[in-house]
Each structure stands twice: as C-alpha cells, then as structure tokens.
C-alpha cells in the first residue's frame, strides 16, 4: 500500500473532508467538511449523546464505533463536555442518530478519500 493512501485514509478519518483536499479535490472535500460537520452540530443541538465504550451493552459499543467515525469530533467531546445527551429532550434520538450517522458517513468519506488515493476512483 502506498503511504499516501493511508495518509489520506486517516486524514478522512480525523477531520471530514481533509483526505480528499490532500488528494486535491478541494470542492469535495469541502462539501463533505460542510455536510458531515452541520450533522453534527445539529445532532448536539438536539440533545443528542456521544457514545463512550462501554461493555454494559452491546448497542452501546456500536454507538461508540460509530460516533468513533467522526475522529476529531469524537476526541474534542471527551475533553470538553458536550454530546452527554439530554433524556428530557423530545428530539435525543434524533439527535443521538445524528452524530452516529455523522461518523458513519465519515467512514465512507474516508475510504472514497482512499481509494482515490490508491488510483481505483478519480
């Protein structure tokens, strides 16, 4: 595998979008940047939980894995508290599955920022 590949791969991962501006698709990148991060902040708008690993329960650690997705999203929260989910809120799940789904769709950000990286995608 070539180092710039995986450069690209957890560039993507860390920071929506920087993996296809260091493969020069500026447009690209920036649009998934824009998208993925305004998932976010509205899912903390709503009241949504970042999940933490937890082995109390299974879904809880798909929760985890998927709000890992989001890389420096994830990291920020754990050192300044937000994204601890507010129950009371008629739109928490909403907002729980906006974060998830933000970290999700970064995982599939960051692998098309790879395989464009390894020549397979333009």
């Excluded at 260091?22 to 509205?42: D, E, N």
């Excluded at 998927?66 to 754990?78: E, I, N």
Aim: proline share 2%.
């Amino acid at each position: 595998m070539k180092a710039k590949a995986i450069t690209t791969l957890v560039l993507g991962w860390f920071i929506p979008g920087l993996g296809h501006i260091y493969t020069k698709k500026y447009w690209r990148g920036l649009t998934f940047f824009l998208c993925i991060s305004a998932m976010a902040v509205l899912g903390l708008y709503m009241g949504g939980k970042v999940y933490s690993f937890q082995t109390e329960n299974p879904l809880t650690i798909l929760g985890f894995f998927s709000d890992l997705g989001y890389g420096a999203f994830y990291f920020l929260s754990k050192l300044i508290p937000f994204g601890l989910g507010d129950l009371k809120s008629t739109s928490f799940e909403f907002g729980t599955a906006y974060i998830s789904g933000a970290g999700l769709l970064n995982y599939l950000t960051a692998l098309d920022s790879f395989d464009i990286a390894m020549g397979k995608k333009q």
